[in-house]
T-cell receptor, first 112, second 115 residues
Framework: SQKIEQNSEALNIQEGKTATLTCNYT??????LQWYRQDPGRGPVFLLL?????KEKRKERLKVTFDTTLKQSLFHITASQPADSATYLC???????????FGPGTRLSVLP | GAVVSQHPSWVICKSGTSVKIECRSL??????MFWYRQFPKQSLMLMAT?????????EQGVEKDKFLINHASLTLSTLTVTSAHPEDSSFYIC???????????FGPGTRLTVL
């Protein structure tokens, strides 16, 4: 069955450092992968999308890589800030309009 | 742009009653909407995919007669939890797929508590 894993349930880093979150999947061939941010008691907010034929995407302090051979995506937040503290979810989709499968999420805490 | 709203944001009901949750795309049309359920400290679990004008597609293990979904227009989908029980207490989140885009836009969620 399809399985998505995210590196750790919780990650603590110091302000100013780069946070790296991992998303690994098995038994799946996604057409694209997305990263979302979710704050407690709120719905997820879309951050970045990367397609299967793309290696890397950037948006301001965010960077996502996608390795379909390793079946892995890395999500980086550079110059992290306490405001970046949240749960980050990766989600895979087989194609446009198809349902998304979410990973369990990683709770990031950026310490001042 | 691309705002999705949910109503109500929270609801408390007695066991055995039915609760309707609305999901609206405010500034775009959504032919497809998704309904998720999220238990504390867990990820989102897809319940069903709702396509405008057709029957919803339910995920395995989700009772379609208990969780009624209606997607009557391009901007509105409703989820009705029928004969709610305490184990139905959860955070229900909808999302809308914007036509021509690959990203889902999520609503703020509805916290359901069944006493």
């Amino acid at each position: 069955s399809q399985k998505i894993e995210q590196n750790s349930e919780a990650l603590n880093i110091q302000e100013g450092k780069t946070a790296t979150l991992t998303c690994n999947y098995t038994n799946y061939s996604p057409a694209y992968l997305q990263w979302y941010r979710q704050d407690p008691g709120r719905g997820p907010v879309f951050l970045l999308l990367i397609r299967e034929n793309e290696k890397e995407k950037r948006k301001e302090r965010l960077k996502v890589t996608f390795d379909t051979t390793l079946k892995q995506s890395l999500f980086h937040i550079t110059a992290s800030q306490p405001a970046d503290s949240a749960t980050y979810l990766c989600a895979l989709a087989g194609g446009y309009g198809q349902n998304f499968v979410f990973g369990p999420g990683t709770r990031l805490s950026v310490l001042p | 742009g691309a705002v999705v709203s949910q109503h109500p944001s929270w609801v408390i009901c007695k066991s055995g009653t039915s609760v309707k949750i609305e999901c609206r795309s405010l500034d775009f049309q959504a032919t497809t909407m998704f309904w998720y359920r999220q238990f504390p400290k867990q990820s989102l679990m897809l319940m069903a995919t709702s396509n405008e004008g057709s029957k919803a597609t339910y995920e395995q293990g989700v009772e379609k007669d208990k969780f009624l979904i209606n997607h009557a227009s391009l901007t509105l989908s409703t989820l009705t939890v029928t004969s709610a029980h305490p184990e139905d207490s959860s955070f229900y989140i909808c999302s809308a797929l914007r036509s021509g885009y690959n990203e889902q836009f999520f609503g703020p969620g509805t916290r359901l508590t069944v006493l």
